[in-house]
Nanobody
Framework: QVQLVESGGGLVQAGGSLRLSCAASGGTFSTYNMGWFRQAPGKERELVAAIRWSGDTTYYSDSVKGRVTISRNVAMNTVFLQMDRLEPEDTALYYC????????????????????WGQGTQVTVSS
C-alpha cells in the first residue's frame, strides 16, 4: 500500500486558483492510477480528476472540466491538481487516492475503485 499526503488547500475567493499536491511513498508511483476526490458535508465523495498510471490519459468530471488540470511528476512521486476559476461550489475536503484498475475507474468513477487514500486537504472558496 502506498502512503499519500495531500497539501495545498486553503481559503480563496471565487475566481481564484489553488494547486493541490499529493506526495506518495511506499510504492512504485509510476504504476498507480491516481485520482482526486472531493467531499462536501452531506454529499457523496466525488471523483474530480484522474490520471492513468502511464500518464497519457486523464479524466475530469463535468463539474470541473475546463477549470482543473491533473498532472504528475514521477521523479517527485507527486500528483498535482491545478484548480482555476474556483467557485463556492468547489468547497470541499479534497482527497488524493491510488487505484490499480484504470478501466474500472473510467467506467464507474467510484471511490471503491481506489485502494489507498490520503487524509484530505480542505478547500474553501468564498464569494
Amino acid at each position: 500500500q502506498v502512503q499519500l499526503v495531500e497539501s495545498g488547500g486553503g481559503l480563496v475567493q471565487a475566481g481564484g486558483s489553488l494547486r493541490l499536491s499529493c506526495a506518495a511513498s511506499g510504492g512504485t508511483f509510476s504504476t498507480y492510477n491516481m485520482g482526486w476526490f472531493r467531499q462536501a458535508p452531506g454529499k457523496e465523495r466525488e471523483l474530480v480528476a484522474a490520471i492513468r498510471w502511464s500518464g497519457d490519459t486523464t479524466y475530469y468530471s463535468d463539474s470541473v472540466k475546463g477549470r482543473v488540470t491533473i498532472s504528475r511528476n514521477v521523479a517527485m512521486n507527486t500528483v498535482f491538481l491545478q484548480m482555476d476559476r474556483l467557485e463556492p461550489e468547489d468547497t470541499a475536503l479534497y482527497y488524493c487516492a491510488a487505484g490499480s484498475n484504470w478501466s474500472a475507474i473510467r467506467r464507474t468513477s467510484m471511490a471503491r475503485d481506489f485502494d489507498s487514500w490520503g487524509q484530505g486537504t480542505q478547500v474553501t472558496v468564498s464569494s
